[in-house]
């Protein structure tokens, strides 16, 4: 071989070897099992990096990820999305109005990545750190114009397919709180669900149908929860793997948006590292299983954080706040598993679940 044709395979080859720099077991083309797709609410570029210098010492689940790109995160008519249509995207593959729950023109409501594989026979849920009736939690079941009719919600929720479902929220089911009067709480035990209020009911619960309602309203912040959401992963886990025709999870950090909003610099750097914790808990779970993809993003950046200066070998950084609003920017993409690859670059939200499927097959 001559000195040309040895240059032109090596640079042949040169896409591919850089592909594959993170872990060669993700380039493969086998079909994922399961899928868990984690989203950090208002989580963008600086508050990972926050998160990473922060975890110096544990060395950040971050780094663990191969793969990783970037999500472009404006609306249908939006530049700055909300979480209700963020999620949508996310879920469904489309892009709708701000404040639309899986809800199109003309009143077109999208089938979402669960609602797909429900209907291949896999186990499907979620677990949040905010009301299961919130925009994003709302995005994997619901269907309503607008995000904040909650009484519509719950009652969609309680007549959905997921087998768990974790988070906050529970004034919304109870009768007395209720404009319309019905009870979605009785819906759900006619449908074979246990409804539980407490963390150890939950930790306990050995059935294969579960809503664990653990607030009357929103959730308490980190720390003062302690290791809710991890608690609830593990569980959301352990039940879903029981399908042996695989899963879909949702799993969202919320409140790293609320943190955000309020440009609280100390809640933030609570939220990133209770969402440190389900990182490497999920990646544990994956690393054993094999078979599973799990995709971290968010619906949007919240807050315009940089971080101006800091510390690395402390672990320390100085985080500025813009305002207290979301944003236009570009939001980062990790992806751990079969198929991780495809999730590298630029892409649109709608692109995520539509590769999710694809890899799938669903």
């Known amino acids: 071989m001559n000195i040309k044709k040895i240059l032109l395979s090596l640079l042949l080859a040169c896409p591919l070897m850089l592909v594959g720099c993170g872990s060669t077991s993700a380039l493969t083309e086998e079909k994922p099992q399961n899928v868990i797709l984690i989203i950090g609410d208002?989580?963008?570029v600086p508050q990972v990096y926050a998160s990473v210098v922060a975890e110096r010492a544990n060395n950040s689940a971050f780094l663990r990820f191969p793969f990783s790109g970037f999500s472009r995160t404006y609306s249908r008519n939006k530049y700055r999305t909300d979480s209700s249509a963020g999620g949508t995207a996310l879920t469904t593959g489309h892009k709708v109005d701000n404040y639309h729950v899986n809800w199109g023109p003309d009143s077109a409501r999208y089938n979402t990545i669960f609602d797909d594989a429900k209907a291949q026979g896999m186990s499907t849920g979620f677990v949040v750190t905010s009301s299961?009736?919130?925009?994003?939690?709302?995005?994997?079941?619901?269907?309503?114009?607008?995000?904040?009719?909650?009484?519509?919600?719950?009652?969609?929720?309680?007549?959905?397919q997921h087998s768990v479902m974790i988070g906050g929220g529970r004034k919304n089911f109870e009768t007395a709180n209720r404009k319309d009067g019905l009870a979605p709480l009785d819906t759900l035990a006619r449908r074979g669900y246990t409804v539980v209020t407490t963390l150890g009911d939950m930790l306990t619960?050995?059935?294969?149908?579960?809503?664990?309602?653990?607030?009357e309203g929103d959730p308490l912040t980190a720390p003062a929860r302690g290791n809710?959401?991890?608690?609830?992963?593990?569980k959301a886990l352990e039940m879903l793997a029981r399908n042996s025709k695989g899963f879909a999870l949702m799993i969202e950090g919320s409140q790293i948006?609320?943190?955000?909003?309020?440009?609280d610099t100390a809640y933030l750097r609570a939220e990133l590292a209770d969402f440190e914790l389900v990182l490497n808990a999920v990646?544990?779970?994956?690393?054993?299983?094999?078979?599973?993809?799990v995709v971290v993003t968010a619906d949007h950046e919240t807050g315009g954080v940089t971080l101006p200066s800091g510390d690395i070998e402390k672990g320390e950084n100085e985080v500025k706040f813009l305002w207290g609003s979301h944003t236009g920017c570009m939001v980062p993409v990790f992806a751990y598993g079969p198929g991780a690859h495809i999730f590298s670059g630029i892409q649109e939200n709608v692109d995520i679940p539509n590769k999710i499927r694809k890899l799938m097959e669903l």
């Open 283 to 293: 990646l544990d779970f994956a690393e054993r299983d094999g078979h599973t993809l």
């Open 132 to 160: 299961v009736l919130d925009a994003t939690p709302a995005a994997t079941y619901g269907h309503v114009p607008y995000r904040k009719m909650f009484d519509t919600l719950s009652l969609q929720m309680a007549q959905c």
């Open 257 to 263: 948006d609320w943190a955000c909003h309020n440009n």
């Open 205 to 215: 619960f050995s059935g294969d149908r579960l809503v664990a309602l653990l607030y």
């Open 228 to 234: 809710v959401l991890e608690l609830s992963t593990r």
């Open 42 to 44: 208002g989580m963008g």
